[in-house]
C-alpha cells in the first residue's frame, strides 16, 4: 500500500503501510543517533490462538488512510519532549503464524522515556489505525477483529 512521496516529518524516521515483510533491524537503525541512550522496540507477530481458539492465518485489509494516519500517529509520538526518533509500520495482506504484523522503534537519551513512548505508540497504533483484521480459525470458522 505504497502511496506518493510524503516529505518527512520531525522525528518521525519511518511509518508505513505494507504487504511486504517488516524489519525489525531496519526500524531499530532508523531510530538510532548519536545522542540516543536507549532504543526500545516492539514486535507484534502472529500467534496461533486467540481467545482459546487455534487460529491458522490472518489477512489485514487496511483503509487507504491507514498511511497518512500512521503517519500522524508517529508525529505525535515523536513531538514528545524526550523523543528522539520514531519509526513504526504495519503490514497488510495474508501472514501466517509467525509473521511480524507490527513493528516499532523509539529512541530518547533514557530507557524509562523510550519504553513509555514506544508502549504509548503502539496502543495509539492499535486504537485509531484503520486496518482490521480477519482471522481464520482450524475449525474453518472465521473473524473480523477491530471492525467498526
Known amino acids: ?14 511509518a ?7 524489519d525489525l533491524a531496519a526500524h531499530e537503525a532508523a531510530v538510532a543517533t548519536p ?11 502472529v500467534r496461533d490462538h486467540d481467545h ?8 489485514y485489509e487496511g483503509h487507504p488512510s491507514a498511511a497518512d494516519l500512521l503517519r500522524e ?6 513531538a514528545g519532549p524526550d523523543v528522539h526518533a520514531v519509526a513504526v509500520s ?10 511480524v504484523a507490527l513493528v516499532a522503534a523509539v529512541s530518547t537519551a533514557h530507557r524509562a522515556a523510550a519504553f ?3 508502549a504509548r505508540l503502539v496502543d495509539e497504533v492499535k486504537a485509531r489505525l484503520p486496518v482490521w ?6 475449525d474453518g470458522t472465521d473473524e473480523w477483529v477491530n471492525c467498526p
Open 133 to 138: 483484521k480477519h482471522q481464520i480459525f482450524a
Open 52 to 59: 482459546g481458539r487455534a487460529v491458522t492465518r490472518l489477512e
Open 16 to 22: 508505513a503501510v505494507s504487504a511486504d515483510p517488516l
Open 35 to 45: 545522542r540516543s541512550g536507549a532504543v526500545v522496540s516492539f514486535q507484534g507477530v
Open 1 to 14: 500500500m505504497s502511496g506518493p512521496a510524503v516529505v518527512p516529518l520531525a522525528g518521525v524516521a519511518l
Open 73 to 78: 500517529i508517529a508525529a505525535e509520538i515523536a
Open 116 to 118: 513509555a513512548a514506544c
Open 90 to 99: 504495519h503490514r497488510v495482506g495474508p501472514l501466517e503464524i509467525g509473521d
